[in-house]
């Protein structure tokens, strides 16, 4: 089993950054791509950003790229994803994700508890 807590959440304006963190604890041996998710009320949990435990290859949706950035230290098993230029748009639940495979956009078998954030106008 895999353990994922979030942290970083919270209320921004337009226009500014947050920094979401994902601690992974457990058999973070299993875990091969670690993944952000987000989910609007009444709406399917989308694909943000992935990124690969070996390698560093990364993955992101076209709503963020270049604008969020995903990295991770496996030192501290934590998963990092920076978000700047942030829009009303972007405000959604975020849920951090892992999994085994190597398909970084589906198949996320662990999953945080989800982190709200609430971009202002």
């Known amino acids: 089993q895999v353990q994922l807590a979030e942290s970083g959440g919270g209320l921004v304006q337009t226009g500014g950054s947050l920094r979401l963190s994902c601690v992974s604890s457990g058999h973070t041996d299993s875990t091969n791509v670690m993944g952000w998710f987000r989910q609007v009320p009444g709406r399917d949990r989308v694909f943000v950003a992935a990124?690969?435990?070996?390698?560093?290859?990364?993955y992101y949706s076209s709503s963020v790229k270049g604008r969020f950035t995903i990295s991770r230290d496996n030192a501290k098993n934590t998963v990092y994803l920076q978000m700047n230029s942030l829009k009303t748009g972007d405000t959604a639940v975020y849920y951090c994700?892992?999994?085994?495979?190597?398909?970084?956009?589906?198949?996320?078998?662990?999953w945080g508890q989800g982190i709200q954030v609430t971009v202002s106008s």
């Open positions: 994700a892992a999994t085994p495979g190597s398909n970084p956009f589906s198949g996320y078998i662990y």
């Open positions: 990124i690969f435990n070996t390698g560093g290859r990364t």
